[in-house]
């Protein structure tokens, strides 16, 4: 059974110590955190260790940090020859320090406290500096999870910045259109299925078939009534880009 440790107590190694927790290829050695009662419902006590000298030899160790933390805790980690990976979705794997074996586990999804998901569909993008690390990683990722790809640093972070588009601008646009509607006494609901049935399409159509609405249909007066109604400068500016875009059919401006 591989022996991990995670160190970080924030949402990404909440998450991970859920679903590690269920594998039976896997084992948690030890976490590392800081505040040791933050994860007391997660994991035995006696397993969280809030000084690095206190990190007992595991197969594999986790760094779930923020990505301005990374470097900063893996040059504080008292051993040298061990396998230490990232969660990061656009650090490097450099940015490891060079004493130990290095690695990249990223989960792509978005992670919240309390909010419950299902890990055996997220996929993992795993990275390693040889072959041998590599199988490592793909055993502890494949225990957790049924979506497991080989992915570079710099696909990585091309792949983190096309997330950005999908979920934390899309998710963004859902409270713009939260706002219009509390401002004007209507239920958000309304919408809800709407936005499912969006997510829906994509998983048969191609992002660029499945786009309707009015800059799809070049429709003008829509467009100009859309701008008139909008008093949000803000709120303006994103509609003009978003459909300035669209027209252009995804090109650059």
Same mark, same amino acid.
């Given at each position: 059974?591989?022996?991990?440790?995670?160190?970080?107590?924030?949402?990404?190694?909440?998450?991970?110590? +859920? $679903?590690?927790? +269920?594998?039976?290829?896997?084992?948690?050695?030890?976490?590392? /955190?800081?505040?040791?009662? +933050?994860?007391?419902?997660?994991? %035995? @006590?006696?397993?969280?260790?809030?000084?690095?000298?206190?990190?007992?030899?595991?197969?594999?160790?986790?760094?779930?940090? !923020?990505?301005?933390?990374? $470097?900063?805790?893996?040059?504080?980690?008292?051993?040298?020859?061990?396998?230490?990976?990232?969660?990061?979705? !656009?650090?490097?794997?450099? !940015?490891?320090?060079?004493?130990?074996?290095?690695?990249?586990?990223?989960?792509?999804?978005?992670?919240?406290?309390?909010?419950?998901?299902? @890990?055996?569909?997220?996929?993992?993008?795993?990275?390693?500096?040889?072959?041998?690390? @590599?199988?490592?990683?793909?055993?502890?990722?494949?225990?957790?999870?049924?979506?497991?790809?080989?992915?570079? /640093? %710099?696909?990585?972070?091309?792949?983190?910045?096309?997330?950005?588009?999908?979920?934390?601008?899309?998710?963004?646009?859902?409270?713009?259109?939260?706002?219009?509607? %509390?401002?004007?006494?209507?239920?958000?609901?309304?919408?809800?299925?709407?936005?499912?049935?969006?997510?829906? +399409?994509?998983?048969?159509?191609?992002?660029?078939?499945?786009? !309707?609405?009015? $800059?799809?249909?070049?429709? /003008? /007066?829509?467009?100009?009534?859309?701008? %008139?109604?909008?008093?949000?400068?803000?709120?303006?500016?994103?509609?003009?880009?978003?459909?300035?875009?669209?027209?252009?059919?995804?090109?650059?401006?």
């Amino acid at each position: 059974m591989i022996q991990i440790t995670i160190i970080g107590s924030g949402n990404v190694a909440q998450h991970l110590i +859920k $679903a590690f927790s +269920k594998s039976e290829a896997v084992e948690i050695a030890q976490v590392f /955190s800081r505040k040791k009662e +933050k994860l007391s419902s997660l994991i %035995e @006590f006696d397993k969280i260790v809030s000084n690095y000298e206190n990190l007992k030899e595991a197969d594999l160790y986790i760094i779930a940090v !923020t990505d301005n933390a990374i $470097a900063e805790v893996s040059q504080q980690l008292p051993f040298n020859n061990q396998l230490v990976v990232h969660t990061s979705g !656009t650090a490097s794997i450099e !940015t490891l320090d060079d004493k130990n074996r290095k690695g990249v586990f990223y989960p792509l999804q978005t992670f919240s406290k309390n909010k419950e998901i299902d @890990f055996s569909i997220i996929p993992i993008c795993l990275e390693a500096d040889n072959t041998f690390d @590599f199988r490592v990683l793909e055993t502890v990722a494949k225990s957790i999870s049924k979506a497991v790809f080989p992915i570079n /640093s %710099e696909q990585r972070k091309a792949l983190h910045v096309a997330a950005v588009f999908v979920n934390n601008f899309t998710n963004h646009l859902y409270q713009i259109g939260q706002e219009i509607c %509390e401002e004007n006494q209507v239920s958000f609901d309304i919408l809800k299925p709407l936005i499912q049935e969006t997510a829906e +399409k994509i998983k048969t159509l191609e992002p660029i078939d499945a786009q !309707t609405g009015p $800059a799809k249909r070049n429709d /003008s /007066s829509t467009i100009e009534a859309h701008l %008139e109604y909008l008093t949000n400068e803000n709120q303006k500016n994103i509609y003009k880009i978003l459909t300035q875009s669209i027209q252009h059919n995804g090109k650059k401006l």
